[in-house]
């Protein structure tokens, strides 16, 4: 049976409405009004293997971060409402990818206990209106709301379009293993038997 969530959030600042299945294939319709955004969150999509429909409005006027964490927040939600109980998965979850000069490996434990560790390179030449750093402020809400122990460690990298390519497709690979069902599972994978 696929693990499917639907969440609707809207506030004075943003209006988002966005749905997901586990057991995807990588297909996605997604609509921030912040087209690099856009792009990260079709990555993590197709590298995850996840169904994602997100359409997020937002008071770009003032600047993207509103609907930037806000959309975090959708999708750590989204994440969490689909794995349930957690019963059974793999929880932990590891991807490294490479991305042209770029390097980053992102860990994942899916343990209820929200923490981010975001290291980056001190080599970043580029930067746009969506920048490294406001990409920190979607993993952070991200994890809180997924209830996700996540550790983004970009070893190297100088273009930053490539250092947050190879992380979110990392962030994609990594939790798609950690959502896995594993069969050798029969509850809660932990030694107190509750995450």
Do not use: W
């Not at 003032?62 to 793999?90: M, P, W, Y």
């Not at 920190?136 to 190297?156: C, D, P, T, W």
């Amino acid at each position: 049976m696929a693990r499917t969530s639907a969440v609707k959030r809207e506030t004075k600042e943003t209006k988002i409405d966005a749905q997901i299945t586990l057991e995807g294939s990588g297909k996605g319709y997604i609509s921030t009004g912040i087209p690099f955004f856009d792009h990260m969150l079709t990555l993590f999509t197709v590298h995850g293997f996840f169904d994602l429909q997100l359409r997020a409005e937002g008071d770009l006027g003032v600047d993207f971060h509103h609907t930037v964490e806000d959309t975090g927040l959708v999708l750590g939600q989204l994440i969490s409402d689909a794995l349930g109980n957690r019963k059974g998965i793999c929880r932990y979850g590891e991807g490294a990818v490479p991305m042209d000069e770029a390097f980053s490996r992102v860990n994942v434990d899916l343990s209820n206990r929200p923490f981010l560790i975001y290291n980056l390179p001190q080599t970043i030449r580029s930067s746009g209106q969506f920048d490294a750093y406001l990409a920190k402020e979607f993993f952070r809400a991200f994890s809180v709301q997924g209830g996700m122990n996540l550790h983004i460690n970009s070893y190297y990298g100088e273009n930053e379009h490539h250092i947050l390519e190879s992380i979110f497709k990392a962030l994609g690979r990594a939790l798609n293993t950690a959502c896995t069902i594993d069969g050798r599972i029969s509850g809660i994978l932990s030694s107190k038997g509750i995450l």
